[in-house]
């Protein structure tokens, strides 16, 4: 027999492990766990043996490459695997004295985040938010925040979201506003109201992975669309729509995750003109658009008739107030209500009112403007210890998106940075179907556990690897 062929023989034996996550309970990622250690026992798996690839189980499983990505990290962790850069992720020899040689059990409390998109915190915060919360406590709005119902949220609420969508450029009624349980929650029920199994929808081809997990859990058939620096290019829209009959695009014009791309007012309106012209829905994610100082018009202005647009506090204000407002067309309402109810019944009452109250007395714009302040002085020590590296950041964004030098590639990267206590986020939960992996990682720039001299301390870090070259055994710690 051939090299060849012996070689994609032993590939197919190595990669074949498929878990019945049905025989265990818990999270899916511990599921994963916990089906590849009493493999390894029963001798289902040896010592040496190639696990399938994080994408490739995901697809097989039905479930996100993010869920498996935990699921190897934790297996790593424990000390039945071992991954090597270049070759995959192979079954370890079962020690009960193997995990604590690991990263994560050796530097956890040290570990320098930058791989979680959230707002930066302060004290200030802390304390408004008990003020607020006593105040809730005892005035007459506690019998708001007790009540069950409507499912699109009180009367209150709701004028307190249409004031401010007002101030985004969308002029809607209160009787048009939906309270929910932040943007990703907003998101879900919209997707739920208007796909279909087997429908196609489309998206960045780089998308926040929210996206990709609700297209699988609802069956559709996601798109990824060709981006710029402004987003979606609207020629591979249109492309996509000729192709097939495209259902729903999902997008996030102002500072895409995970790439940061900011689209223009007149790439909006040829977007929502294609979206007119092929009759296509638009789901509109604004969850960063409070962050920018000068903002576009959102999509919706372009095409109100077609859009459902979802924003949220949790990203501009604090990761806590998860209360968001969607809108839509009004003759969707009901169903957008109907999709809500299952999910929960009714947003939070508590966040919510907190959010009307802070919305109405200025407190909200303090805390975006004090946000912008630390993010732009992150922005500027971003640019300055990165100079010279390509890197696509804006002064407001939470996060940027780091381009790796030859001959990096980017889970070596995410790897080492994390056997320094870097906590990185790779390209690969963010890619929509099989397209090809960028050399490219996400930074995230907020987070509520490090301070201005911590953040330079961690990208000084990330600069000093880029300078150098990949270790050969990247995945060994």
Known sequence: MSTIAMTQIEYYIMTIWHPKLGDFTGPRYKAIVEALEKSIRSRQLQPGQQLPTQRDLADRLGISVQTVSRAYAEAERRGLTSGEVG???????????????????????????????????????????????IECASDKAIARILEYRPTEGTVPHREAGSAWLERSGIKVDPSDVIVTNGAAHGIWTAMASLAEPGDVVCSEELVDTSIITNAAILKTRLRGLALDEEGIIPEAFEEACKREPVKLLCVTPCLNDPTVSLMGEPRREAIAELARRYDVAIIEDDVFGPLLADRPKPLWCYAPERTYYVTSFSKAVTASLRTGYLTGPAPMLPRLISRLRTTGWMANTWPAEVAARWSSDGTTDRLIAWQRKVLSRRHAALKDILEGHDVAAHPNALHAWLSLPQPWRSQPFVEQARS?????????????????????????????????????????QIAAMLREAPEPMAGHF
């Open 87 to 133: 070759r995959g992720t192979f079954v370890q020899y079962l020690t009960t004295d193997r995990s604590g040689n690991f990263i994560a059990d050796r530097r956890e409390a040290s570990q320098l985040d930058f791989s979680n998109i959230m707002p930066v915190v302060s004290d200030v915060h802390v304390d408004t938010l008990k003020q607020a919360m």
């Open 420 to 460: 320094r206590g870097i906590l990185l986020t790779p390209p690969d939960p963010f890619i929509v179907g099989r397209a090809s992996e960028p050399h490219a990682i996400r930074l995230a720039l907020g987070d509520t556990n490090r301070d201005d001299a911590d953040f330079a301390y961690g990208l000084e």
